[in-house]
């Protein structure tokens, strides 16, 4: 943005808005979710997580026929139980672990409830009115969700903007005045938008924090948190209805916890699964290697590994210069990072999805987002940090029951982070 145009919204920057100011160096530090100690998790609630035909859950006909057309058959554990909850109005926090269809489950019951209480004609309905806000870590996130939000409602209507960084802001703000029944978007962007009143969530009717774990990481809790006291009140005055929250995630660490006793009314708790814990599909192994050895070692592998692989390193920089090598060793490989542009990053995720990549080196950007069928490999080129950062990567693979490999490279150095690993999982070196 020129400074010209910063000074124009600025100018026009109301008064109500002024708390989403951001503060110098925001992602600077790890964020405090709240003052007071963090909440438990309450009790799950029963819920049956047994899968059934898409058919069988009495989704408008419309909608259905955008289910059907996209190939989906039967539910998931988490659509099973997550459904009949968000339909009824409920708030709720969902775990799940990755690729499990957590996207759908909070999607399909949303849309069906918009659909229905058009035909009602209800002469409160607003059109043009935002009813929706999905708030997402990262642009791969947001561009799935609407891709999946317009393909289910491609019979009925519905409208959709996704709202990230690293593109123009004029083409977002234009949607965003015209209306959508559904944001997602990205806090940082989501916050300049709101700056500039181009936002109305007067009537919002529900507010989704998907990946509200991977926000927390990244440093974006605080931006959540202005956003969502910039929000009307979940609580109505009145009769009127009051705003749904729904939290989804694969982890959910007690520091996300901290927020929910402010922002959500006795919410529903539904675990499919361990909780923090990787698809029981996948195989996990380590590999002990110098690392100065690790690039050859690792081509060496993928000439012999079947599909797809990503591998995923802790640097951008890391990530350009991996690729440069495995390239220069005869593996097609393409980078994926922070830096790269909008149409850097897109070019890079289509051509692994379309095959022309047989590799993806990527930051943990492409943990969250990342939705890409058949990945047979996941490689931690470095020893992960954290067991949520390794239950978030290798959830790219063993995807919707299928068979995926966790690979880790430890270089000796590491050895000790590996160890806190072997404990946690099922991890052994070879």
């Given at each position: ?48 997580p047994t899968p059934v035909p898409f058919a069988d859950l009495g989704l408008h006909p419309d909608l259905r026929r955008g289910v059907e057309d996209r190939g989906f058959e039967r539910t998931t554990p988490i659509q099973s139980a997550v459904f009949p909850i968000v339909l009824e109005g409920h708030d709720l926090i969902a775990c799940a ?334």
């Amino acid at each position: 943005m020129s400074p010209s145009e910063s000074e124009s919204r600025a100018h026009r920057r109301p008064r109500r808005h002024s708390s989403l100011a951001r503060p110098a160096r925001t992602r600077s530090r790890p964020p405090r979710t709240s003052r007071r100690p963090a909440q438990p998790l309450p009790e799950p609630v029963a819920h049956d997580p047994t899968p059934v035909p898409f058919a069988d859950l009495g989704l408008h006909p419309d909608l259905r026929r955008g289910v059907e057309d996209r190939g989906f058959e039967r539910t998931t554990p988490i659509q099973s139980a997550v459904f009949p909850i968000v339909l009824e109005g409920h708030d709720l926090i969902a775990c799940a672990e990755t690729g499990t269809g957590k996207t759908a489950a909070f999607l399909l019951p949303i849309m069906d409830r918009i659909i229905r209480s058009r035909e009602r004609a209800d002469a409160a309905e607003t059109p043009g009115r935002t009813r929706v806000l999905v708030l997402a870590p990262t642009r791969e996130l947001a561009v799935q969700i609407d891709d999946d939000f317009q393909g289910f409602g491609y019979h009925t209507g519905l409208t959709s903007v996704a709202v990230y960084g690293g593109v123009p802001m004029d083409p977002q703000e234009r949607a965003l005045r015209a209306g959508a029944d559904l944001v997602v978007a990205t806090p940082g962007r989501l916050m300049d938008h709101m700056r500039s009143s181009v936002t109305n969530f007067e009537r919002l009717d529900v507010l989704v924090l998907d990946e509200a774990d991977r926000m927390l990481d990244m440093g974006f809790w605080p931006d959540v948190q202005r956003i969502v006291s910039a929000l009307p009140s979940s609580l109505a005055a009145g009769d009127g209805p009051s705003r749904q929250t729904l939290m989804l995630s694969a982890t959910m660490p007690d520091e996300v916890m901290g927020l929910v006793h402010q922002i959500m009314r006795e919410p529903r708790f539904v675990q499919i699964g361990s909780r923090g814990a990787p698809a029981t599909t996948i195989t996990h192994s380590a590999e002990l290697v110098a690392t100065p050895k690790k690039a050859e070692w690792l081509a060496r592998f993928l000439r012999k590994a079947r599909g797809r692989s990503l591998v995923f390193v802790r640097t951008k920089r890391g990530a350009e210069r991996l690729a440069r090598q495995l390239a220069s060793l005869g593996i097609r490989a393409a980078a994926l990072h922070a830096d790269r542009t909008q149409a850097q990053r897109t070019a890079a995720v289509e051509g692994f999805r379309s095959g022309r990549h047989r590799v993806l080196v990527a930051t943990d950007i492409a943990a969250r987002g990342l939705d890409i069928d058949a990945i047979e490999h996941v490689v931690n080129f470095e020893v992960p940090t954290s067991r949520e950062t390794y239950v978030h990567r290798v959830g790219r693979t063993g995807r919707a029951e299928a068979v995926g490999h966790a690979l880790t490279l430890a270089a000796p150095e590491e050895r000790r982070a590996l160890e806190t690993l072997e404990r946690t999982f099922d991890l052994h070196l070879r």
